[in-house]
């Protein structure tokens, strides 16, 4: 079987950091990727990690360990519009579907 | 950036009939596209991966014959309910690679579907 295990819920400050752990178990391995999506809208692409290590763009941050099975996001300076769902993906084929977790509610308060 | 356009947006339907949701890939080629459905605070469940010009490929667990996908070109991807059923009420997105190196998934802007 497979499965992503992320926090349900996550509340912070404006201008606080929060980090979102992504922990994987899934058949194959090309990538993790990570998805914001607000209320009714659509899901937009954030980052995407393949080797180990982090990958930094502007604000956002993401880390790969393949050997832990377990990535984060990490949100900087947070904003108020930064309130969002925030999900992890895996591409566990080489066809590029992907398998997202559960989806972590971030809440950034004033 | 790549655009996926996504018809209807919303739809409300007696049970019992038929509805077809459009998936367009607006500036770009999209070889296969992907169908999700996501329940109120829950999560992406991909349903099927739409292939252009072949079946597509279903997950498990989902009927292939309630939910008829079609791609008949390389722009252009359809999922049909059939005689939709109140349990079918949902939020459907669809979306597609812009290239087949990338590993960026770009989203229509999905479709409720409310079945009475």
């Known amino acids: 079987g497979q499965s992503l295990e992320q926090p349900s819920e996550v509340t912070a400050v404006e201008g606080a950091i929060v980090q979102i752990n992504c922990t994987y178990q899934?058949?194959?391995?090309?990538?993790l990727s990570w998805y914001q999506q607000h209320d009714g809208g659509a899901p937009t692409f954030l980052s995407y990690n393949a080797l180990d290590g982090l990958e930094e763009t502007g604000r956002f941050s993401s880390f790969l360990s393949r050997s832990d099975s377990y990535g984060y996001l990490l949100l900087q300076e947070l904003q108020m519009k930064d309130s969002a769902s925030y999900f992890c993906a895996v591409r566990d084929n080489s066809w590029g579907k992907l398998q997202f977790g559960a989806g972590t509610q971030v809440v950034v308060t004033p | 950036g790549a655009v996926v356009s996504q018809h209807p947006s919303w739809v409300i339907c007696k049970s019992g009939t038929s509805v077809k949701i459009e998936c367009r890939s607006l500036d770009f080629q999209a070889t296969t596209m992907f169908w999700y459905r996501q329940f109120p605070k829950q999560s992406l469940m991909l349903m099927a991966t739409s292939n252009e010009g072949s079946k597509a490929t279903y997950e498990q667990g989902v009927e292939k014959d309630k939910f008829l996908i079609n791609h008949a070109s390389l722009t252009l991807s359809t999922l049909t309910v059939t005689s939709a059923h109140p349990e079918d009420s949902s939020f459907y997105i669809c979306?597609?690679?812009?290239?087949?190196?990338?590993?960026?998934?770009?989203f229509g802007s999905g479709t409720q579907l409310s079945v009475l």
């Open positions: 979306s597609a690679r812009a290239g087949q190196g990338s590993e960026k998934l770009f």
């Open positions: 899934t058949s194959g391995f090309y990538g």
